[in-house]
């Protein structure tokens, strides 16, 4: 299994919507189906690694800061619509190489 369909399962099984335990037997089934290693920082699941040395994230990736600081302005421009937490800065990831949002400053 490649890390884009293992991130694409990942997506559509956090968006049924069910119950926590569900979804948490849902993704240790996927994640052995895939033979994914989790990468844990401190006692927070933060992705898996695959077979293949592909990295897949638990936040969405962006492939580079453009994207990401794109996607940014979008959230600022509908952050009137969207009550709660929004992302305030784009960060590099360095365990998938890639970009990340986040709402702390």
């Known amino acids: 299994m ?4 293992f991130a694409r399962q990942r997506a559509r099984i956090l968006a049924r919507g069910r119950s926590d335990r569900t979804t948490r ?4 089934h996927l994640a052995r189906e ?3 290693e989790p ?7 933060v992705g898996h690694i695959l077979p293949d040395g592909f ?8 492939p580079d800061e453009g994207a990401a600081l794109g996607e ?3 959230v600022r421009a509908f952050s009137h619509l969207q009550p709660g937490k929004l992302p305030v800065r784009a960060f590099r990831c360095s365990h998938c190489k ?3 949002l986040t709402s702390r400053k």
Do not use: N, P, S
């Open 72 to 74: 940014l302005d979008g």
């Open 98 to 100: 890639g970009w990340h």
């Open 39 to 45: 990468v844990t920082l401190g006692h927070k699941l």
């Open 2 to 5: 490649t890390g884009r369909q």
């Open 25 to 28: 037997r849902a993704l240790a």
């Open 55 to 62: 990295m897949v994230c638990h936040l969405r990736r962006y």
């Open 34 to 36: 895939a033979g994914a």
